[in-house]
Structure formats: C-alpha cells, structure tokens
C-alpha cells in the first residue's frame, strides 16, 4: 500500500486516522472541507495538524453544505444540544448536529482527488461505537460506497479494487487515543467541540465523548494543557 488519502477534518478522530495512515503508507495526502460549519476553526488547526505530520499534500476544499440547512452544525439558527450523560447519547435517535449525508459527500470528493494521486486508499476517523448515531459513520455505509467507488471510477474500471480504511471504527474513545499516543499522535491542536470554539464547551456531544476517552486512559487532555500553557483557560 503505496500512498492514501485522509479525510482529515480537524478533530481527535481524524487525527489519529491520519497518523494511522502515516504509519501504514508511504505516502499521505490529506483532504480537509470547509463545509459551512459552525465549528470552522478546526479547519485552521486541521492545517497545523497536517503541517507536523509532515504529509506530501494538503488541500482545502470547500463545499457549502450549510445551503441546504437541517443541522445544527451548518444552521446557526438551530441550538447544538446540550448532553448530560453518555447513556443519553446511546439511547436517542440520530441528532440534530448531523449534517445530511456529509460523510457520502466527503468520501465521494476524496475520491475524485484519490484518481488523480492513482490511489485508492482511503482513509478516515468514522467510529461506530463511541459516537453519535450518525447513519453515514456505520461500517455498512462505509462499504456500500466502496462498492460504488469500484463500480464507477476510472481505477475501479482498470480492476483496482478501492479500499475504504476505518482503522477506528470498533473502538472506544479511550481505546483510540490510546491508538494516536502510540504513533506519535498529537492532539493540542485537535478541535471537537460542536459550537466551533478553541475552549471546549464541556456541553456537546462531542466534548463529552472527548472526555471520556482521555478519561479512560487517566491522562489529560493535550488540547487542555495546551490552552492552559497559553493562558486561554
């Protein structure tokens, strides 16, 4: 496995994802949208991030999924939800902060920048287990698309068989922390708060979920030390 393209959005997940893939191929492109999010500033720390890993290609692509509204991460007129407990976010349905079909959005344009790198790895931070619900972050939708991607590429056409890789999506938060720190992972500029600032809100699903797993390895947070080292909390 030669080369690969990383969905890499900014956040804890995809970070470790981008180590992973630095790890397991010689050469890592990686990919980060600008999608109309509320929480845009991890696109600004998605560059750092991508700067110290030291990757062969960054790019930023923008694709304006806020027109069409519907979640409270591209609607600013939609509150983020407050959580109080991980069983809440286990027992409701798919939440308010999903954005309709982002992540088939995202995999199909990685793809089309996969084509002109003549790769077909793909590589991203989807968990199914220490998640919100989201529909598009389930094994089985990940390997539909894979699927399409072998029916209707170029590659695909030429007998290159695509891979989708989700080295993250059987683990716990703390199990892929635990991941990241054993490759060299860095998460100060890691950024999962759903309401888009530097200083997690403690609030959000994915504050909570964050927490947890740096709660789980009896470590802090390196996103927490760094603010603190800066005065910013």
Not at 36 to 48: D, K, N, P
Request: hydrophobic share 35%; net charge neutral; glycine share 10%.
């Amino acid at each position: 496995m030669n080369s690969a393209i990383v969905i890499l959005s900014g956040g804890l997940d995809s970070t470790t994802a981008l180590y992973w893939a630095k790890k397991n191929f010689n050469k890592v492109f990686a990919i980060t949208f600008y999608y109309g999010q509320r929480h845009s500033l991890e696109v600004e720390m998605a560059r750092i991030i991508a700067k110290n890993a030291k990757v062969e290609e960054h790019i930023l692509f923008e694709v304006d999924i806020s027109k069409f509204g519907g979640s409270a991460l591209t609607d600013k007129n939609l509150e983020v939800p407050e959580t109080q407990s991980i069983e809440e976010i286990k027992e409701r349905g798919i939440p308010i902060t999903y954005v309709p079909f982002r992540n088939g959005i995202f995999l199909s344009i990685a793809a089309a920048y996969a084509e002109t790198k003549n790769t077909t790895n793909l590589v991203g931070g989807w968990n199914a287990v220490d998640y919100s619900g989201y529909p598009d972050c389930r094994p089985e939708f990940l390997a539909a698309m894979e699927e399409a991607l072998n029916k209707g590429t170029k590659l695909g056409s030429e007998g290159k068989s695509w891979k989708i890789h989700a080295p993250l999506i059987n683990l716990t938060k703390g199990e892929i922390i635990k991941l990241g720190l054993s490759l060299g992972a860095d998460y100060s500029y890691s950024i999962s708060c759903y309401r888009g600032t530097e200083v997690p809100c403690g609030k959000c699903d994915s504050c909570v979920l964050r927490a947890k797993g740096w709660m789980e390895i009896g470590k802090e947070d390196h996103l927490i030390e760094r603010l603190k080292r800066e005065g910013k909390i």
